[in-house]
């Protein structure tokens, strides 16, 4: 991949909020929740990014922030040379057309109010008005036979189809204009295990030939592995490691990924009764007090107190770990 384009630099995200306390004095100077806490990652074309971490932990808010659905309070999110945190509106909107979403919740993610057909074509409708209806239509019709849905259901409501189903309309509605990075927020994580192989699989196939770029966020590790060439493992809004697919299943060096990793279900019933599960003591801080240093530390087998005087940064090559007490 050292030969293609990079579409997507992340340099530093921080997306904080602030909160205030309902029961506080309204003059009360508000608390800052870190969402995301200096996230850094780069995107090549065609590639695969999983994005995995407890819940909580800032993945769908990373995703939205490099969107645009919600605002950064530093950093830089550079599309194509171009950074986004800095655009006009205007100039944000027309990058829509190349950079889609999949939502989480397939169901809630659709208009009930309108039918398939107008859904997938809303995109169409904004970025080439110019289109005549039957050239509209004809493309919704091409493009919901590609995800597997049949022509003759565009006039159907959403709640007429199944959760996978209603998956797959997402996905047509974030294909329609062609995008070249497609970002998908825990897209299987509401359906069946036999039907989230369909939908991922769908997603490799539609990236091959469409010459996609992903970013994947997912809980399923297992998931993440099957579709993903490059990891990112997040924890309390900070990248704890990262690396390709194969590095961070075959040889997981920090402590927080190599519990993660354990937590994956092996198919083999012998292996899976033998194996040894690192469980993680602790309940996951809050982000508006974290804790000082390395923010995994309160919940870390190996932390020392070295940990809490200074957060640690990503070290290495093409794989990265942010850690003090580990080498890479």
Not at 20 to 39: C, F, I, Q, Y
Not at 128 to 136: G, I, T
Not at 301 to 317: H, N, Q, R, S
């Amino acid at each position: 991949m050292s030969d293609k384009k990079v579409l997507l630099d992340v340099e530093d995200l921080k997306v904080y909020f602030d909160i205030k306390s309902s029961r506080g004095w309204p003059w009360a100077k508000p608390s800052t929740l870190k969402a995301v806490d200096g996230v850094s990652v780069r995107l090549i074309e065609g590639e695969t990014l999983g994005v995995v971490g407890e819940s909580g932990c800032g993945k769908s808010t990373f995703a939205r922030a490099i969107i645009g659905l919600v605002g950064a309070r530093g950093g830089k999110v550079v599309w194509l040379g171009q950074d986004l945190t800095k655009v006009s509106a205007k100039a944000l909107h027309q990058t829509r057309k190349d950079i889609q979403m999949i939502f989480q919740d397939p169901l809630a993610s659709l208009n009930p109010r309108m039918t398939i057909g107008e859904i997938i074509a809303e995109p169409l409708k904004t970025f080439h008005p110019n289109l005549s209806k039957r050239e509209v239509k004809d493309k919704v019709k091409s493009m919901m036979m590609r995800v597997g849905l049949l022509p003759n259901l565009i006039n159907r409501y959403p709640h007429e189809f199944s959760g996978g189903q209603c998956q797959r309309i997402g996905i047509a509605r974030a294909l329609i204009l062609e995008p070249k990075m497609v970002i998908c927020d825990e897209p299987v994580s509401a359906l069946d295990v036999s039907i989230q192989a369909q939908v991922v699989n769908l997603l490799k196939e539609v990236q091959q030939e469409m010459g996609l770029s992903l970013i994947f966020i997912a809980h399923d590790l297992s998931v993440v592995k099957h579709i993903s060439d490059r990891v990112l493992v997040m924890y309390l809004g900070n990248a704890m490691e990262t690396g390709t697919s194969a590095e961070l299943f075959d040889n997981p060096t920090h402590p927080y990924t190599k519990a993660l990793m354990t937590a994956v279900p092996i198919p083999d019933p012998d292996l899976e009764r033998g194996k040894s599960i690192e469980l993680l003591e602790g309940e996951l801080p809050s982000p508006i007090n974290p804790p000082s240093g390395c923010v995994f530390r309160t919940r870390c087998p190996i932390a020392t107190d070295e940990c809490a005087k200074e957060k640690p940064k990503l070290k290495g090559t093409s794989h990265q770990v942010a850690c003090w007490r580990v080498s890479i």
